[in-house]
T-cell receptor, first 112, second 111 residues
Framework: DTAVSQTPKYLVTQMGNDKSIKCEQN?????MYWYKQDSKKFLKIMFS???????INETVPNRFSPKSPDKAHLNLHINSLELGDSAVYFC???????????FGPGTRLTVL | QQQVKQSPQSLIVQKGGISIINCAYE??????FPWYQQFPGKGPALLIA?????SEKKEGRFTISFNKSAKQFSLHIMDSQPGDSATYFC??????????FGTGTRLKVLA
C-alpha cells in the first residue's frame, strides 16, 4: 500500500561508478520530484516532472539525469559518482493544482 | 530571497510542554507554507500547512501562527509528547510547486 516507493533503500558504491534510483507512486499524481538531503539534513529540490515533462531543474551537475517513463515513475541516474554525492535522495509526488507533496522513504547513497 | 530561515536548530522540551519552532522568509511571492515532520530513516510527512490569507491554523495539538507583515510563521506543538520527537521542517512555495525548505529543527521531548 506504499504511496511513494523507492528502490533501493540503501546503495553503497565506489567513486566513478554509475547508479540508478527508482521511484514509483500509486497516488494518481501527475507531478514528481527528486530531493537531496545532505548530512546536515538540509533538503533541496533537484528536479521536478509534470506529465513526463521536466519543469524544475535546479543547479545540478550534468552527471545527474532524471527520466520519467510515465506519470507514475521517476528514476534518477547518476554517472561518475563522487564522494559529495553521498546523501539521502527522496522522491516525492503531488497533484498539479494541489500543493501537498508526498515523500517516499528515501534512498541512502554512500559513495566510497 | 529564496531562503527560509528556521530556528532553533534543536529543541528539548519536557513532556506536556509547548514546543515552538520559528521560520522567516523574504520572498513575498510565497503563497503556501507547510510544516513537515520527519522521523529517523523515514521521508518527511506533511503535518499542517497555511496560506498567507489566514493568521492561524490549528489541527489537534499543532498550530501554525502566520504573521504576513513580519514575514514569519511558527509551529506550536501543545502538550508535547515523546512520540513527537522528530525533525521538523518548515517550507515555503509559490505556484510552481517548488518547495524551499528551512534547515530543520530536531525536537526531543523528554518523558
Amino acid at each position: 500500500d506504499t504511496a511513494v516507493s523507492q528502490t533501493p533503500k540503501y546503495l553503497v558504491t565506489q567513486m566513478g561508478n554509475d547508479k540508478s534510483i527508482k521511484c514509483e507512486q500509486n497516488l494518481g499524481h501527475d507531478t514528481m520530484y527528486w530531493y537531496k538531503q545532505d548530512s546536515k539534513k538540509f533538503l533541496k529540490i533537484m528536479f521536478s516532472y509534470n506529465n513526463k515533462e521536466l519543469i524544475i531543474n535546479e543547479t545540478v551537475p550534468n552527471r545527474f539525469s532524471p527520466k520519467s517513463p510515465d506519470k507514475a515513475h521517476l528514476n534518477l541516474h547518476i554517472n561518475s559518482l563522487e564522494l559529495g554525492d553521498s546523501a539521502v535522495y527522496f522522491c516525492a509526488s503531488s497533484l498539479r493544482g494541489a500543493n501537498e507533496q508526498f515523500f517516499g522513504p528515501g534512498t541512502r547513497l554512500t559513495v566510497l | 530571497q529564496q531562503q527560509v530561515k528556521q530556528s532553533p536548530q534543536s529543541l528539548i522540551v519536557q513532556k506536556g510542554g509547548i514546543s515552538i519552532i520559528n521560520c522567516a522568509y523574504e520572498n513575498t511571492a510565497f503563497d503556501y507554507f507547510p510544516w513537515y515532520q520527519q522521523f529517523p530513516g523515514k521521508g518527511p510527512a506533511l503535518l499542517i500547512a497555511i496560506r498567507p490569507d489566514v493568521s492561524e491554523k490549528k489541527e489537534g495539538r499543532f498550530t501554525i501562527s502566520f504573521n504576513k507583515s513580519a514575514k514569519q510563521f511558527s509551529l506550536h506543538i501543545m502538550d508535547s509528547q515523546p512520540g513527537d520527537s522528530a525533525t521538523y521542517f518548515c517550507a515555503a512555495s509559490t505556484g510552481t510547486y517548488k518547495y524551499i525548505f528551512g534547515t530543520g529543527t530536531r525536537l526531543k521531548v523528554l518523558a
